[in-house]
């Protein structure tokens, strides 16, 4: 069992940047690779970045490659998403997900632990 808990969410203007946290309970944090999707009102769940077991492999969504970079510590149990040059359709609440068995899935039903998400408000 896995309880994640994102943090660090909140209001930026367009352009700006902003890291979100995701802090896993339990010693087996490493065993998880990680992922990271966002839902906007009115719209499905949708992929924004994974991370391998170790941190040496990651996979975004090409809406976000080159703007936003996952990278996790696994001594901290911790994994983050830097989002720089943000834009308004970036709006979204953040989740952060585990997933014991695939790896690097862009599959939301892939992921067997869920956090309860983080706001981010991306404003023109």
């Known amino acids: 069992q896995v309880q994640l808990v994102e943090s660090g969410g909140g209001l930026v203007q367009a352009g700006g940047s902003l890291r979100v946290s995701c802090a896993a309970s339990?010693?087996?944090?490493?065993?998880?690779?990680m992922g990271w999707f966002r839902q906007a009102p009115g719209k499905e769940r949708e992929f924004v970045a994974t991370?391998?077991?170790?941190?040496?492999?990651?996979r975004y969504a090409d809406s976000v490659k080159g703007r936003f970079t996952i990278s996790r510590d696994n001594a901290k149990n911790t994994v983050f998403l830097q989002m720089n040059s943000l834009k308004p359709e970036d709006t979204a609440v953040y989740y952060c997900?585990?997933?014991?068995?695939?790896?690097?899935?862009?599959?939301?039903?892939?992921?067997?632990?869920w956090g309860q998400g983080t706001q981010v408000t991306v404003s023109s």
């Open positions: 997900a585990a997933d014991q068995n695939f790896g690097l899935s862009i599959m939301p039903n892939t992921y067997t632990y």
């Open positions: 991370i391998n077991r170790s941190g040496g492999i990651t």
């Open positions: 339990g010693r087996t944090f490493s065993t998880y690779a």
